[in-house]
Nanobody, 122 residues
Framework: GVQLVESGGGSVQAGGSLRLSCEID????????IAWFRQSPGREREGIAW????????DYTDSVKGRFTISHNSAQNTVYLQMNGLKPEDTAVYYC???????????????WGQGTQVTVSS
């Protein structure tokens, strides 16, 4: 089946940058959307950004607009999340997932990676 593997998490100081990678293990047919989510202890999983793999469409949640950029390298079958200007409130486990509609609602995504921890210190 489809596997998603996240990497690139780590610990940075506020204002720093990280680039997360979501490697897609195979061609997964009709799931043309990849989204990044994050979840911190005691909070619901939050949609960060989604990208349409076969067209120039993407969107972000308001809290990361202007700081985060989602992109796709089709040759490497990888979706990236470039995170700049990181804040302590960005601390969370970050997940990527596949879906069939442009959405930041985690209920619309079926296949998930294992997550990668991002910690931002003040």
């Amino acid at each position: 089946g489809v596997q998603l593997v996240e990497s690139g998490g780590g610990s940075v100081q506020a204002g720093g940058s990280l680039r997360l990678s979501c490697e897609i293990d195979r061609d997964f047919g009709g799931d043309n959307y990849i989204a990044w989510f994050r979840q911190s202890p005691g909070r619901e999983r939050e949609g960060i950004a989604w990208i349409y793999l076969t067209g120039p469409f993407r969107d972000y949640t308001d809290s990361v607009k202007g700081r985060f950029t989602i992109s796709h390298n089709s040759a490497q079958n990888t979706v990236y999340l470039q995170m700049n200007g990181l804040k302590p409130e960005d601390t969370a486990v970050y997940y990527c997932a596949t879906g069939r509609r442009p959405s930041l609602d985690p209920r619309h995504y079926l296949i998930w990676g294992q997550g990668t921890q991002v910690t931002v210190s003040s």
